[in-house]
């Protein structure tokens, strides 16, 4: 297999809705998108969602360091058989603060076109699936109260056994309490700060969740004050996840080092690519750090079906976020979207690669910006 083409896309994706948290609100995502293609006529596809409150990344710069520096260097190179495609992703493609959401995209996309030459799935060079069908959480947003009593209808109708709460503002605690008494204890809760508080607000809250049973608590403390998380931790028996504070490599392992964090919340996009994120599952693994896949809000099929295929080849994970499809959505890049059906179950995609055929005619109307190589 050798690569002979290269193309990078900037789409901007509608939402049927407006979704916010503390740090941002959004009714359209701004996605990247990779397209490669080898000699023998094979095409693989990839995605990546900047976030710049996460990783700094704008889209703009992200899709034009993609277009001038990563992606020629991938056009021309060629993998021998199966067996070597890790080593060539790990050659060429490493992720670093700033460049994540390009390696994503292009590392995807590599996988993608590696999978459909030898005919394997993406899901072989990351240890194969362990299970064949996996379940998806549901995030509660920020509803008036008559629209949260039926979304958490919906919920229970559902037969979904994950919810998580958005602790935005100041109605968040009245969401918690009406989310436990629909809910019962069937369901988990979790609850996601956006590092919103700082570490006395922090400790007051935690202690505010103790009624209501809550399973952890996601990004309490602000990016950048990572040294308090064992001081919170100290402070309550809730345990902690680190989202917002893992963008790498060497977060995860000083996060392991210094203790107090008891998940992780791995989102390919923000690592940089399925190779980084079994990497940091395994250093989670070995610490005992619990893990939730976690997926970017306006994302497209595409990358969904990375993320379904990182959850199907955990040996474990808590919670499982995104495959929301034209739930969210107002279009994708797919004829047939990814989403999880009664109780959140959603099978495992069996073709090879990421197993998601791209619909090229559904990508043109969303496209801002495009770039070809050579």
Known sequence: MRVCRAEAFLIRLPLRLTVSHALAARRESLNLLVKLSDDEGNEGWGEGVPRGYVTGEVAETSFATLAAVLLPSLVGIGIEGPERVPLAIAGLIAPSPGNQTGCCAAELALLDLAGKAFGRSMAAWFGGRQRETVRYSI????????????????????????????????RWPEALAEARRALGDAVTIAVDANGSWDLDAAVAHLRRMDQYDVAWVEQPLPRGKEHEIPLLAGRSAIPIMADESLTTVEEAEQLIRQ??????????????????????ARIAGDSGVRLQVGCQVGESSLLSAAGRLLAATLPGYEALEGSYGMRLLERDVTDEPFEFGPGGVAPVQ??????????????APLVLRSAVIP
């Open 139 to 170: 995030v509660l947003p920020l509803l008036e109260p008559p629209e949260m009593v039926a979304f958490l209808a919906g919920v229970r109708g559902l037969g979904v056994r994950h919810l998580k709460i958005k602790a935005e503002g100041d």
């Open 259 to 280: 203790g107090g964090c008891g998940l992780f919340n791995l989102r390919i996009s923000k690592l940089g690519g399925l190779a980084a994120s079994h990497r940091i």
């Open 350 to 363: 069996l073709g090879p690669g990421l197993g998601v055929a791209v619909a090229p005619h559904r990508v």
